[in-house]
């Protein structure tokens, strides 16, 4: 199945343009011109521009989510698990999104693995601001996003590649968390060439697209 030259319901189409260009300004159709992977295989990810879910239309979200800053903040939740982490995510109400992180946690609970490390000096969720390098807001303005250990999960811009160019990610979050986060909702960025390891971010419609196309 491919979505390559197509035009549904008027969500746009997958144009041929530089992908760097389809990153700053993508069509919603666009979104979905990466397939998340599903299996925990990073070598995808070598491919270059290959971001699944790293494309975001705006003016979709603003529709799904909020279109301000007073807006996103009268929705907020603490999401909590002192089993796992000291301190809580703020995350947004909207959509369930704070109600599939406090499941996806406490399924991580339930596996008895030890994450202390994982979430030791997690960087939070809710945060307005714009992706660093460009003008774009990030997903946490809009309170879907959370941030892990950023020394295990490490970020591509910390070193130093050129974007396009971005080489190994050496990986230390474990599979057993990504695969729980990605069972309630949340990809992962350490599937990305342009890697996010800290990063998780609720986008079941990625996930639902996978599952339901081929390989």
């Given at each position: 199945m491919?979505?390559d030259?197509q035009v549904?319901?008027?969500?746009?189409?997958?144009?041929a343009?530089?992908p760097?260009?389809?990153?700053?300004d993508p069509?919603?159709?666009e979104?979905?011109?990466?397939?998340?992977p599903l299996?925990?295989?990073l070598?995808?990810?070598?491919?270059?521009?290959?971001?699944p879910g790293?494309?975001?239309?705006?003016?979709?979200?603003?529709?799904?989510?909020?279109?301000?800053e007073?807006e996103?903040r009268?929705?907020?939740?603490?999401?909590?698990?002192?089993a796992l982490?000291?301190?809580?995510?703020q995350?947004?109400?909207k959509?369930?999104?704070s109600c599939q992180?406090?499941?996806?946690?406490?399924?991580?609970?339930a596996?008895?693995e030890?994450f202390?490390?994982v979430?030791q000096?997690?960087?939070?969720?809710?945060?307005?601001r714009?992706i660093a390098?460009?003008s774009?807001?990030?997903?946490?303005?809009?309170?879907?996003?959370?941030?892990?250990n950023?020394?295990?999960?490490?970020?591509?811009?910390?070193?130093?590649?050129?974007?396009?160019?971005?080489?190994?990610?050496?990986n230390?979050i474990?599979?057993?968390?990504?695969?729980?986060?990605?069972?309630?909702?949340?990809?992962w960025?350490?599937k990305?060439h342009?890697?996010d390891g800290?990063?998780?971010?609720?986008?079941?419609?990625l996930i639902?697209?996978?599952?339901?196309t081929?390989?």
């Amino acid at each position: 199945m491919t979505l390559d030259g197509q035009v549904w319901l008027g969500l746009g189409t997958i144009r041929a343009i530089p992908p760097a260009d389809a990153l700053r300004d993508p069509t919603i159709l666009e979104q979905f011109k990466y397939r998340y992977p599903l299996a925990f295989d990073l070598t995808q990810r070598t491919a270059p521009f290959f971001d699944p879910g790293r494309l975001r239309n705006g003016d979709f979200f603003e529709a799904l989510y909020f279109q301000t800053e007073p807006e996103a903040r009268d929705s907020l939740d603490q999401v909590a698990r002192p089993a796992l982490m000291d301190g809580a995510f703020q995350v947004t109400r909207k959509r369930n999104v704070s109600c599939q992180l406090a499941t996806a946690l406490a399924a991580l609970d339930a596996l008895e693995e030890d994450f202390s490390a994982v979430f030791q000096g997690a960087g939070g969720g809710f945060n307005w601001r714009v992706i660093a390098g460009t003008s774009r807001l990030s997903a946490h303005s809009f309170g879907i996003a959370v941030d892990v250990n950023a020394e295990m999960g490490k970020y591509w811009r910390w070193t130093g590649a050129r974007e396009g160019a971005v080489l190994d990610y050496d990986n230390e979050i474990p599979e057993s968390l990504v695969r729980t986060m990605e069972r309630y909702g949340f990809i992962w960025g350490g599937k990305w060439h342009h890697f996010d390891g800290m990063h998780f971010e609720y986008r079941p419609e990625l996930i639902l697209y996978s599952r339901m196309t081929p390989e």
